[in-house]
């Protein structure tokens, strides 16, 4: 499988590739890149993508604010690869984006700087209501403040709930992420999402996931190693996660702005300035495999309780009585528990001795095979903590015959490994179906290589909650 590329050209002889989440690509969008900055796609109806660039085709020329510098327009690339600006009406001499929209396409809310005497630079957030295919009803989000700038929403699929990032003077330092929600009608006042989130240094950037899981992009957290990064976290009890770094490849050596994911995290966009070191979009994709028709994992029982059904009284006072396991372990007793070591087949022989004639009576005989079941097996915890790596281990998977090229990890909240032993991490407490697919090894490209699927459901807790909670 070929590695996305993660670093700067010039830094290629000088520095390694991030390693990471390998079955992720990262390829840049070759439609919409035009050499200049583009950032911030999201889907959009009919095979649609919308995204902010510095170019326009309206007419004049890109927009510049007062310094000179480049100002953003709003773009829609159709599917049939046309692109252009995404509404005549939005377009002006400002800022305009980026964008977000509910899951039905039917409401957007979207950055927009408004020319005002009294105001520098003034950036706020607007909504407006799709109505027979035209945007109509555009109106401000009552938050939008003189001083402050709000830009980069995210709307929840319901439009019930936004994320944005704003530099309020009640900031914990630059710009920090903040929600809004919609109560009784009314958007409420937004609220800043703390230090597990915000630091001192700039948070922009938000994308809420249907998941529950919030992407963000920052300099501020992992002592700034690498500019820009993407972090994600969840909301727990009343309180966010304190924010983890994503892996390579959406992370690199270079700024990490954007992230965009679909439900099921196979596919996305991503803006970074990678490769090029202008804000480029890039597509993300995968080449895992769909686990389907899981079964649950099989238990190979090694205890058994060993008795003869034929006995019908038992006199210790008269007689002995013993098990013999493969004509070397004795175990005394009419009915004993034991536990066999692993697989294999025991010939296990019951023994009952006349104590005053010293003689044996009878004895049974039987083999027991023990055998593996042919299945993917998890080995893992039943409960574990929120926001503590989890190791997960496929060592004792038993597929004899079967060419294993890889295992395959869904971990029940959207997100995959790939590995015999993997670590994962759960942001969002709850019920999981842990998934454990073990991929045959292709002979050639064209083969659709089979894969063993099992699975194991686990419990995550909040710190101090025990199971069942």
Same mark, same amino acid.
């Given at each position: ?14 520095? %390694?590739? +991030?390693? &990471? /989440? ?11 890149? !035009? ?9 959009y109806?009919?095979?649609? +993508? ?16 007062? #310094? ?10 159709e ?18 984006? %980026? ?23 003034p ?8 109505? $027979? ?6 109106r ?5 403040d003189? +001083? ?12 019930q ?9 009640? &900031? ?33 950037? %938000? ?54 994911l679909? #439900? ?24 895992l495999?769909?686990? !389907? ?18 006995? $019908? ?27 066999f ?10 023994m009952?001795y ?7 009576? =009878? ?15 998890? =080995? ?7 926001? !503590? ?21 869904e971990?029940?909240? &959207? ?7 993997? =670590? ?25 290589? #089979? ?7 686990? /419990?995550? +807790?909040?710190?101090?909650?025990s199971?069942?909670?």
């Open positions: 499988m070929k590695r996305a590329i993660l670093v700067i050209w010039t830094l290629l002889i000088l520095l %390694p590739l +991030v390693k &990471g /989440q390998e079955y992720y690509t990262v390829r840049k969008q070759t439609r919409i890149s !035009t050499g200049l900055d583009e950032a911030a796609a999201v889907p109806k009919d095979g649609g +993508v919308v995204y902010i660039t510095e170019t326009n085709n309206v007419g004049f020329s890109s927009p510049t604010d007062a #310094e000179g510098r480049k100002l953003f327009t709003i773009f829609l690339l599917s049939g690869g046309k692109k252009g600006p995404f509404d005549p009406d939005l377009i002006s001499q400002e800022h305009e984006g %980026p964008v977000s929209f509910t899951k039905d396409y039917k409401t957007m809310v979207f950055s927009q700087q408004k020319a005002s005497p009294e105001r520098v630079d950036l706020g957030l607007y909504f407006a209501d799709n109505e $027979d295919g035209k945007w109509v009803n555009y401000p989000f009552p938050y939008n003189d +001083v402050a700038w709000l830009f980069a929403p995210s709307i929840t699929a319901d439009g709930t936004l994320f944005f990032a704003a530099n309020y003077e009640d &900031g914990l330092g630059g710009f920090d992420i903040y929600r809004s929600r919609m109560i009784n009608g009314e958007w409420s006042k937004p609220e800043n999402l703390g230090p597990h989130v915000n630091t001192s240094a700039e948070e922009i950037y %938000p994308f809420i996931h249907p998941s529950g899981k919030l992407y963000f992009s920052s300099d501020g957290h992992d002592n700034n190693v690498a500019g820009f990064d993407l972090f994600q976290t969840a909301l727990v009890g009343n309180e966010w996660v304190e924010a983890i770094k994503l892996d390579a490849p959406f992370n690199s050596l270079s700024n990490d702005y954007t992230i965009w679909s #439900e099921d995290f196979k596919s996305g966009f991503l803006t970074s300035d990678r490769r090029s070191g202008s804000k480029e979009i890039f597509t993300i994709g995968t080449d495999p769909e686990l !389907t028709s899981p079964q649950p994992i099989k238990k190979t029982f090694y205890t058994y309780l060993l008795r003869d059904r034929k006995l $019908d009284t038992v006199d210790t006072n008269l007689f002995r009585y013993s098990w013999i396991i493969n004509d070397t372990l004795e175990i005394p007793g009419n009915e004993v528990r034991y536990r070591p692993g697989p294999g087949l025991y010939h296990c022989k019951f009952v006349d104590i005053e004639l010293d003689t044996l009576l =009878t004895q049974m005989e039987q083999d027991l095979p023990i055998r593996l079941n042919e299945q993917a097996v998890i =080995t893992c915890p039943d409960t574990v903590a929120v926001n !503590t790596p989890v190791p997960f281990d496929g060592n004792q998977t038993y597929l004899p015959g079967f060419n294993i090229g890889r295992y395959v990890w971990f029940g909240d &959207g997100t995959y490994g790939e590995g015999l032993r993997v =670590t994962h991490t759960y942001l969002i407490p709850g019920n999981y179906r842990v998934m454990l697919g073990v991929e045959e090894r292709r002979q050639n490209r064209k083969d659709t290589p #089979e894969v063993r699927t099992n699975y194991k459901d686990i /419990q995550v +807790v909040r710190p101090g909650q199971a069942g909670q």
